[in-house]
């Protein structure tokens, strides 16, 4: 069965301490492995996908990476307003059609 | 709209009311996906639309969950006779790719307490 485990499940940074969210999985052919952002009562809203082992996309403070058994979320010298909970998912192909499989995240607290 | 509307965004039911969520995707987009989430935990697949067509129901948790898209655009969710259990976020997504969920975007969901 497929499944998605985070860790740590809170994470508690002062500004500027950089850090790492682990996102561990196990899934019979990975077709894409996605992070998130998901701030109190909103929707997540997506950060990035990766594809293959190897694979590393970076966006400001953001950069994830991939090997064969999980995916880091680097935050290099974060401020509060990437305080939120990051969630991890991998995409499931089934049928032709695809549906996401979501970790519990990771919540994060940046303080000054 | 700019964005996946749900409405409303917040609802109370009393146990064993019937309840209707409704999700407005962004305009054009073929694939509409409806996830739940319990609080403090990851959003769980429910249901997938492409167009009007539902080809994928298997997370919906019990047959009193229903799902509908008639013209292939709005959607809604319905709830019958609603336990405690299905207090929850209920959350849209919307997706201009035929079946992907890559570019998905996610409504700010539908807050339902059961009392």
């Known amino acids: 069965e497929d499944q998605v485990t985070q860790s740590p499940e809170a994470l508690r940074l002062q500004e500027g301490e950089s850090s790492s969210l682990n996102c561990s999985y196990t899934?019979?052919?990975?077709?894409?492995l996605f992070w998130y952002r998901q701030d109190p009562g909103k929707g997540p809203e997506f950060l990035f996908t990766l594809y293959s082992a190897g694979e590393e996309k970076e966006k400001e403070r953001l950069k994830a990476t991939l090997t064969k058994k999980e995916s880091f979320l680097h935050i290099t010298a974060p401020k509060p307003e990437d305080s939120a909970t990051y969630l991890c998912a991998v995409r499931e192909d089934s049928g032709g059609y695809n549906k996401l499989i979501f970790g519990a995240g990771t919540r994060l607290a940046v303080h000054p | 709209g700019a964005g996946v509307s749900q409405s409303p965004r917040y609802k109370v039911a009393k146990r064993g009311q019937d309840v209707a969520l409704r999700c407005d995707p962004i305009?054009?987009?073929?694939?509409l996906f409806w996830y739940q989430q319990a609080l403090g935990q990851g959003p769980e697949f429910l249901t997938y639309?492409?167009?009007?067509?539902?080809?994928?129901k298997s997370g919906l948790p019990s047959d009193r969950f229903f799902a509908e898209r008639p013209e292939g655009s709005v959607s809604t969710l319905k709830i019958q006779r609603t336990q405690q259990e299905d207090s929850a976020v209920y959350l849209c997504a919307s997706s201009p790719l035929q079946g992907g969920v890559t570019e998905a975007f996610f409504g700010q969901g539908t807050r339902l307490t059961v009392v």
């Open positions: 899934v019979s052919g990975l077709r894409g």
């Open positions: 639309f492409q167009n009007e067509a539902q080809l994928d």
């Open positions: 305009s054009g987009h073929v694939s």
